[in-house]
């Protein structure tokens, strides 16, 4: 079963966290701003936060990359300052708390709505509202 997030922009979905795991749905979801990129994985959703919470992830990318990022627009500095607001994001695993980090072995797929952390349960991807 494919699921895609949010397909009219009709909902805030806040902060997501997909984690990536063999349960035979997977989401797809619109990212990278105004570049309007389509991502998705197989695994699980779990709700961390509302819509006022994913703003400062929006305003972020809105702010670094005016509309959307390619990846020679990255910096050491700007992947230093994602992390740093990833860090504000808790999750939970079973006996386990997290705050959210840039996962760095795989910091090239992070782009608006779609940023690979990782969490108390391992691997997995913080997704928000696109802007475009």
Known sequence: MRILLDPGHEHAI??????????GIT??????????????AEGFLIPLACADD????????????RGWSRPEDWTDELYMSLDT??????????DKRQRLSLDASRREEATEGW????SA????????????
């Open 115 to 118: 940023i690979p952390v990782h």
């Open 14 to 23: 806040g902060l997501l966290l997909l984690v990536p795991a063999p349960t």
């Open 27 to 40: 989401y797809c979801h619109q990212v990278n701003g105004h570049a309007v990129e389509l991502r998705e």
């Open 121 to 132: 349960l391992g691997p997995a991807y913080l997704l928000f509202e696109n802007s475009d």
């Open 54 to 65: 994913a703003a400062a992830f929006s305003d972020w990318f809105r702010s670094s990359f």
């Open 85 to 94: 607001l990833l860090n504000r994001i808790v999750s939970y695993g079973e």
